[in-house]
């Protein structure tokens, strides 16, 4: 799922590449019903998310559960000015070593809803083929995240957030190595208990979903294009049809070390 380069890297930390696009067309009270979030909140479909925009997460205050928008694109607490990137993704597998974000992973969890992401397959000789990851049922779901509060140094307030990626599953896999971790709706609560749930037992969630879950479709490569954000985005293409001349397709998509939320 990329508009920003990926990441400033913290203290010798590798890029964690993957997730670098992704939509929510499901309305706003839909989502409510669904997270089980306090607030009423106000807006409009989205189709090609990209990194450095606006972002809804689901996080818990005082025993609740809480809508709120923040960045995508982890700026972590403790640096001391606004980096020239930022990042989009953290790795399962180094989430709880990492300096950027281990403190996030340990007591600032949260679920970012979506209704679907973008990966690019690679193919020979040819450009990259973006599809449509979405679920087999048609239902949102939640993308583990995490997020942080950086305080600039004229006192401005920045919250963002960063989603959690893991290895593909078997499904997937042949299209991109990696995934965002979707997690069971069982587990929400579990993931967004900071308090009760420890760093090592939160780390027992983050594993690729089953492979009936998802599916993925071809779709067109204007997604490639952050400036595209209509329904067309989400229509199945023929990916053998000449879509776009190769200059084209690669306007604007994701560097590779982001190609897919991505």
Not at 212 to 219: G, T
Not at 238 to 247: F, H, M
């Amino acid at each position: 799922m990329g508009g920003s380069r990926e990441p400033c890297r913290g203290r010798g930390e590798e890029v964690a590449s993957m997730c670098g696009r992704y939509k929510i067309e499901r309305s706003p009270e839909e989502l409510r019903a669904f997270f089980n979030f306090e607030e009423h909140p106000n807006f409009p479909p989205r189709y090609n998310i990209a990194p450095t925009q606006p972002v809804p997460i689901v996080r818990v205050v005082a025993g609740k559960r809480h809508f709120q928008l923040v960045r995508w694109g982890l700026v972590p607490s403790w640096m001391k000015e606004m980096p020239k990137s930022v990042l989009i993704n953290a790795r399962a597998e180094t989430i709880d070593e990492k300096p950027s974000f281990r403190g996030g992973f340990r007591h600032r969890r949260c679920l970012i809803p979506a209704d679907g992401f973008y990966e690019w397959q690679a193919r020979a000789g040819r450009p990259k083929q973006p599809h449509l990851i979405q679920r087999t049922d048609g239902a949102p779901f939640a993308m583990a995240g995490i997020w942080d509060d950086w305080l600039s140094a004229d006192g401005s307030e920045l919250e963002t957030c960063a989603v959690v990626t893991t290895a593909a599953n078997d499904h997937l896999a042949p299209i991109h190595h990696r995934m965002p971790v979707l997690l069971d709706r069982k587990d929400w609560d579990a993931w967004l208990d900071n308090d009760g749930i420890s760093a090592k037992e939160a780390a027992n969630l983050l594993k690729p979903a089953p492979d009936d879950w998802m599916e993925a479709v071809p779709v067109s490569p204007r997604v490639n294009k952050i400036s595209e954000d209509d329904a067309g985005l989400t229509e199945t293409v023929d990916p053998d049809a000449d879509q776009a001349s190769p200059e084209d397709a690669k306007k604007d998509r994701p560097d590779d070390d982001q190609l897919s939320l991505l």
